[in-house]
């Protein structure tokens, strides 16, 4: 296991039908095939043993007691190996038959799981044959020289070396009923299914199988081990293609090609899903499962998975458009909603030219378009002072212009230098009070301007932002409605993007010279005319914050957890020196500026990671970061 991830796989062998030496040899070779891939749990399709498609065949002994030994062998066969095994075989149990998932480790069969859903309809005819097993059942049965072992349902199954890698079994149909025994497994414990399957391929099928998988893993906060039939199965009347699935909470991890037989891989976070559901207070849980323990000691491996740059932006474009137009609808309408509430009609915006405060002035715009405000009624205002380029302030300028809003100019340079006269400081002494002297005098010049029309002074500070405490409190921290409090700085951008991209003529090129410049506060005299303060070289890459932050608020993962999957996702472009060295700034500047966060004025939730004290994450101002610094500290390098 690393840091949380489970290795599973699922196999799908070429069968003969009836022959269970056959079976049973390419079992046992991809069950060590899947061993030394460092999977932990592999699972079989249904009745793989003897083949699916056997008919009448299940009703004779000698295919049964066949079953029985080929179990046998591959449970001395892989006794030595570190992993757990499902495999599908009939179970002859007095006056019937059972078709079961035999869980196998270590040299012996920790229990056999039996099918409670008997399908007897369409092409389906298994009550012909097979008993249906009855929930919360449980007897002991013998099994030739293995001895006794116990037959039951309701069983979670629960590493002794990780006490999150828990699974339950299914079996085919349990599935596909509308109250499967995977609901009762998972509230009970089990943070995996295992279903053994025979799925045969009609056409539409596959969709809707993979669909099924997946909303079942997203209900039930679990991962999703689906093992296929295929090659070698009768054809005679239908037909299996191996369509072997691994999905995790909602999201389909692999998925193997149809009409292949072997092995796919997938590493399933079983951390997160334990998290996921003690974070769900609405998530039930019981004890009213069995609990049977293996062991298969602590593996480790590379991770197959993979991870996006940017977790707060879909990866395809046709979702990115859709994102996109969802976020700046649930921006404007909020502020649309807060605008008509108060019944107030006018807005004023500090445009300094840059990201931030152009996507505030698109939401505004958009909001006033919904309640069919003029747009006159937005003043957005600039305001230069000691570090403004020219490029930013005719940005400013261009914007506004184009939109169709008001434009004011409030040049407050000598209002700062007497501030500093004020307070005995010297203007050539470019510090922490140099700079947040002109945020707070901007708040002040949008606050009463705001009075002066009976306006709303509208926020531009984004989530990337608060979480670094980027922000000088009481200045550009505060206002009197934050449209972008809940939008991280990487999807800022895509969002200026797509309103570009949906823009022609003036605007649209403003708005992409608005992407080209680099991000500052232009709080410090400018080099040659041009930027001289870029906020990434002073608290890093907003992409690594954001995915620092997307993993810590969102699933609290560990640092040393964070720290792991960033190496493997920005492998090439920053080193794990690099990445490392900005993990401890977000750290520690995220404990640090909690007391920013804890008085922010309202704004909308657009996603699922937020940090407003009234809604999804709340902690105390004076919380201690010693021990996440602690991990830090540890990490070698």
């Known amino acids: 296991m690393n840091l949380g991830f489970v290795r599973v796989a699922t196999a799908t062998p070429e069968i003969c039908v009836a022959d269970c030496q056959h079976n049973k040899n390419e079992i046992i070779r991809l069950i060590k095939e899947a061993n030394e891939n460092g999977a932990s749990l592999v699972v079989f399709p249904e009745l793989c043993i003897t083949g699916y498609t056997c008919g009448d065949l299940f009703l004779q002994k000698t295919l049964t007691e066949g079953a029985k030994q080929a179990v046998t062998d591959i449970v001395k066969a892989t006794a030595d190996l570190d992993i757990v095994s499902v495999v599908g075989l009939p179970v002859a149990v007095g006056g019937s038959l059972y078709n079961c998932g035999a869980v196998i480790c270590k040299g012996k069969i920790i229990c056999l799981v039996p099918k409670i859903n008997i399908p007897n309809y369409s092409e389906f005819y298994e009550m012909r044959h097979f008993t ?37 079994v299914e079996i085919c149909e349990d599935l596909w009923v509308s109250s499967s025994p995977s609901a009762n497994l998972t509230t009970g414990g089990a943070n995996i ?13 596959p969709a809707y199988r993979k669909s099924l998988i997946e909303i079942t893993s997203a209900s039930l906060i679990c991962g999703y081990v689906f093992a296929d039939a295929g090659l070698g199965e009768s054809t005679t009347d239908m037909v299996f293609s191996g369509n072997n699935l691994i999905a995790e909470n909602g999201v389909t991890l692999q998925q193997a090609q149809r009409y292949t037989t072997g092995v796919i891989y997938g590493d399933i976070d079983v951390e997160k899903l334990s998290g996921e ?31 996006p740059k940017t977790p707060f932006v879909p990866s395809s474009k046709a979702d990115i458009s859709q994102r996109c137009q969802d976020i700046l609808a649930i921006q404007s309408v909020g502020l649309a909603t807060r605008l008509k509430h108060t019944g107030i009609k006018n807005a004023v915006i500090g445009l300094s030219g840059g990201l931030d405060s152009t996507l505030a002035l698109i939401v505004t715009v958009h909001a006033f378009d919904r309640l069919k405000l003029d747009r006159k009624g937005i003043t957005a205002v600039t305001m230069p002072c ?7 302030k005719s940005n400013a300028e261009k ?16 209002a700062v230098k007497r501030h500093f006269a004020d ?5 050539s002494v470019t510090d922490v009070t140099y700079e947040n002297s002109q945020a707070r005098e901007r708040t002040q010049v949008l606050m009463d301007i705001a009075n002066q029309k009976n306006g709303l002074v509208i926020g531009t500070g984004d989530l990337s932002e608060l979480a670094l405490g980027w922000a000088t409190y009481n200045g550009d921290h505060m206002s009197m409605y934050a449209v972008n409090a809940s939008v991280p700085k990487t999807l800022v951008r895509y969002l200026t993007a797509y309103e570009a991209e949906s823009s022609d003529g003036e605007l649209k090129k403003v708005l992409q010279d608005v992407l080209d410049t680099p991000v500052s506060p232009e709080l410090l005299p400018p080099t040659n005319g041009e930027i001289s303060q870029k906020t990434e070289d002073l608290v890093g890459p907003y992409e690594l914050h954001d995915f620092f932050l997307y993993y810590f608020v969102r699933f609290g993962f560990t640092p040393v957890k964070i720290f792991y999957m960033a190496q493997q996702t920005f492998e090439g472009a920053y080193t794990p020196q690099t990445i490392l060295k900005w993990l401890k700034v977000f750290v520690r500047r995220f404990f640090m500026q909690q007391f920013k966060r804890s008085c922010l004025p309202d704004g909308p939730k657009v996603g699922s990671v937020t940090l407003s004290p009234r809604g999804d994450f709340r902690m105390p101002s004076d919380a201690s970061a010693a021990l996440w610094q602690q991990q830090l500290d540890s990490i070698e390098l």
């Open 277 to 307: 559901r003690r974070r769900m207070t609405t998530y039930t849980t019981h004890t009213g499962c069995r609990k049977y323990s293996f062991s298969v000691g602590a593996k480790e491996f590379k991770l197959s998975r993979s991870f």
């Open 399 to 414: 914007l506004a212009e184009a939109y169709g809003v008001s434009f004011k100019e409030v040049n407050i340079t000598e």
């Open 386 to 392: 000691f570090g403004t380029t020219k490029r930013t």
């Open 423 to 427: 307070i005995d400081h010297n203007s």
């Open 193 to 205: 299914i295992a279903n053994l399957s025979a799925s045969d391929e009609v056409i539409g099928k």
């Open 132 to 168: 249906p097993a009855e929930n919360n059942m449980c007897q002991r049965v013998g099994f030739g020289e293995l001895g006794e072992v116990d037959l039951a349902t309701d069983v979670v199954f629960q590493s002794t070396e990780f006490s999150d890698f828990t699974f339950g």
